[in-house]
C-alpha cells in the first residue's frame, strides 16, 4: 500500500508564501516523476511544476518565477515553495508520484488527498 499525504496548505494575504510538502509512504521500491497540480472551484485540475528523480523541473507558465519545486529522495517527498501568491492561486492542490512498488516493474501513478491554499486578496 502507498500514501502520498500533503501538508502546508493555509489561508494567507496576497503577496505572501506559503511551502507544501508531500511524503510517499508504504512498500516503495523507487519513485520517478514527482509532481504538484492544482483544482480551483468550477476549473479542471491543472499541471502547477513536476521534477525527475534527477532533478529535472517543468513549470506552469503562470507560476514560473514564483514557485519552486523541489525534492529529498532519502525522504520520498517533495515540495513547493510559493512565493508571491495571488488570489488566483486559490486551489485545491494535489502531489503525485510514478512509485515502482516490489514485484512490479511498471510504474504507477499514485495522487494524494489535496491541500487547501486560499489567497486573500
Known amino acids: 500500500q502507498v500514501q502520498l499525504v500533503e501538508s502546508g496548505g493555509d489561508l494567507v494575504q496576497a503577496g505572501g508564501f506559503l511551502r507544501l510538502s508531500c511524503a510517499a509512504s508504504?512498500?516503495?521500491?523507487?519513485?520517478?516523476?514527482m509532481g504538484w497540480y492544482r483544482q480551483a472551484p468550477g476549473k479542471q485540475r491543472e499541471l502547477v511544476a513536476t521534477?525527475?528523480?534527477?532533478?529535472?523541473?517543468n513549470y506552469a507558465d503562470s507560476v514560473k518565477g514564483r514557485f519552486t519545486i523541489s525534492r529529498d529522495n532519502a525522504k520520498n517527498t517533495v515540495y513547493l515553495q510559493m512565493n508571491s501568491l495571488k488570489p488566483e492561486d486559490t486551489a485545491v492542490y494535489y502531489c503525485?508520484?510514478?512509485?515502482?512498488?516490489?514485484?512490479?516493474?511498471?510504474?504507477?501513478?499514485?495522487w494524494g488527498q489535496g491541500t487547501q491554499v486560499t489567497v486573500s486578496s
Open positions: 508504504g512498500s516503495i521500491f523507487s519513485i520517478n516523476a
Open positions: 521534477i525527475t528523480r534527477g532533478f529535472s523541473t
Open positions: 503525485n508520484a510514478d512509485i515502482r512498488t516490489p514485484g512490479n516493474y511498471r510504474y504507477h501513478t499514485y
